[in-house]
Antibody
Framework: QVKLLQSGAALVKPGASVKMSCKAS????????VSWVKQSHGKSLEWIGE????????NFNEKFKGKATLTVDKSTSTAYMELSRLTSEDSAIYYC??????????WGQGVMVTVSS | DIQMTQSPASLSASLEEIVTITCQAS??????LAWYQQKPGKSPQLLIH???SLADGIPSRFSGSRSGTQYSLKISRLQVEDTGIYYC?????????FGAGTKLELK
């Protein structure tokens, strides 16, 4: 069955960067785009961007350009997102999701990022 | 960006009651609309895709409909396990955008 297993929670200092992972299994990793979604505490969901593992092509929400970097390792079926120059506004849960054309169908369990000195 | 205006923000309903949640898109998005349920501490779960198609394993009491740029999620007979927060998502264009969410509680 399709699974997306994300890395553990992170506590990072303001101004630092954090890199999180999303390991896919149960399907052909290179056939589907992977999206990343942010959920701030008690708030709705924001689409950050997407990456196509086969080519590395990316698309971003303008709001997250310069903040998020998306990469993949095809050999391990793992997608990565790095967030840079962290502030308290970046404290949130981050999800990776598989895109199935019209829908984000499978979601990882989420990574809680806390930015605090 | 396409705005998805979701209503109501919160809703309290009784067991077996019919519940309807709506999302109004700021422009045409065709059938590129999905509905999700999120329980506390969990990832969103897909309920409906392509505006009206039930996702695998989802009970038939959930249904989706479309009228122009207004989309609705209906729960025909509310059950205890249906409490949570519901979100709509448009994938017609980037950036994908979500509704603000509807918190559904039992009365």
């Amino acid at each position: 069955q399709v699974k997306l297993l994300q890395s553990g929670a992170a506590l990072v200092k303001p101004g630092a960067s954090v890199k999180m992972s999303c390991k896919a299994s149960g399907y052909t990793f290179t056939d589907y785009w992977v999206s990343w979604v942010k959920q701030s505490h008690g708030k709705s969901l924001e689409w950050i961007g997407e990456i196509y593992p086969n080519s590395g092509a990316t698309n971003f929400n303008e709001k997250f350009k310069g903040k998020a970097t998306l990469t993949v390792d095809k050999s391990t079926s793992t997608a990565y997102m790095e967030l840079s120059r962290l502030t308290s506004e970046d404290s949130a849960i981050y999800y990776c999701t598989r895109e199935a054309t019209v829908v984000l169908d499978y979601w990882g369990q989420g990574v809680m990022v806390t930015v605090s000195s | 960006d396409i705005q998805m205006t979701q209503s109501p923000a919160s809703l309290s309903a009784s067991l077996e009651e019919i519940v309807t949640i709506t999302c109004q898109a700021s422009q045409d998005i065709g059938n590129w609309l999905a509905w999700y349920q999120q329980k506390p501490g969990k990832s969103p779960q897909l309920l409906i895709h392509s505006a009206t198609s039930l996702a695998d394993g989802i009970p038939s009491r959930f249904s989706g409909s479309r009228s122009g740029t207004q989309y609705s999620l209906k729960i025909s007979r509310l059950q205890v396990e249906d409490t949570g927060i519901y979100y709509c998502l448009q994938r017609y264009s980037n950036p994908n955008t979500f509704g603000a969410g509807t918190k559904l509680e039992l009365k």
